[in-house]
């Protein structure tokens, strides 16, 4: 029995930085962000660059991100729906705030009140639009048009017809005109220079108003693709926008600290379903991070189907030295191989990179059959935050 006498003295009396102590925890750049996006407008050439804030900055955080954003230059966000939109408001007073998911019955009054504006992607939204700015004063719109993503907006002709007719009303007043590429993280498709070519038509038919086709990946295949306005947003959070390229400046550090090590005999297993059997005498780091706070269930070093052909699953990083993990992920506890690593190179109570500088966030988002986008959305509320800018 373990005499709790003989343990250290605890200094209950000092104030830890709740940081310094979290179980799990997100180090977010700020300067590494507005770098990014500072890039993502050179690269968008005589194009505006917009910035792209959706699910609370790709799981960022919205107020943070957007301020930098907005700092950083950015006059014109993209949202997914208007409650994001009602909070970047406080951050960005004179931003153009567009929300991606349009508008429905009921919430007018909301748009009007933060000065959203809809982008109307369906016959449906835009009659309704039709049918507010009759009785109001006219309030800008955008217009989404589909190119073939057959995902959201008004079909080609469609939009065509709209540009040409004469009977609409005047104060109808879309400020943007906008589609989206399904295939430009791939440069080698023949499918992006096809919608290209179809917005094209757009664009000249609603001459005189802004067009905008691309995202992050969009921006990479060439200038034809910017049009007056780029909405880039992967790249800017340190994501991979185009398959195989390097990602711009890392943003996000998840780490998760080490509760226990533990020595492991050769032939046990390890984790739910003893599905890892240690080949080895082995040490474990336990860390207290699970699938609840975004470390996904598909990293598993083995025992879920994405294991089954016998690929590895995530690695962290400590002590300079990438670990793996052993097992299944639990939700909130993931065993790391800590075997390899000298023994005074990793203690109780040290962090374990999940994803950051060392562990590329797309490296461990293939891990888990998935891209970074979902990782970073995933991240759960329980990551302690910090932000930094790492060049001050
Ligand atoms: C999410 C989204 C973007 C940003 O895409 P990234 O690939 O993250 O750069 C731009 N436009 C639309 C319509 C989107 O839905």
Known sequence: MIDISE???????VAYDPFDTAPVRLTVDLGALSENWRDMARRSGGARTAAVVKADAYGLGLEDCGTALYEAGARDFFVAVPQEGATLRTYAPDARIYVLSGIW?????????????P???????????????????DHPCALHVDTGFNRLGLPLEDALA???????PASFSPVLVMSHLHSGDNP???????????????AEAFEGIEASLSASAGIFLGSEYHFDLTRPGIAVYGGEAVNGMQPLKPVAKAEARIVQIREAAAGSTVSYGATH???RNSRLAVVSAGYADGYLRS??????????????GAFGFVGNTRVPVLGRVTMDMVIFDITDVPEGDVRVGDYIELFGPNIPLDEA?????TIGYELLTSLGLRHERRYIDAND
Not at 7 to 13: L, R, S
């Open 7 to 13: 343990t250290e003295d605890f200094d209950n009396g």
């Open 105 to 117: 019955p009921g919430q007018e009054d909301f748009f009007f009140d933060h000065d959203l504006v």
């Open 119 to 137: 982008v109307l992607a369906s016959e449906e939204q835009l009659a309704f639009w039709m049918s507010v700015i009759a009785d109001r004063d």
């Open 162 to 168: 709209l540009a040409d007719d004469v009977s609409r």
């Open 188 to 202: 080698s498709s023949p499918l992006s220079r096809v919608q290209l070519e179809a917005f094209q038509q757009i």
């Open 277 to 279: 059997q240690l080949s």
């Open 299 to 312: 990293l598993s070093g083995s025992g879920v189907p994405l294991r089954a052909g016998g690929t590895s």
């Open 365 to 369: 988002a293939r891990a888990g059959g």
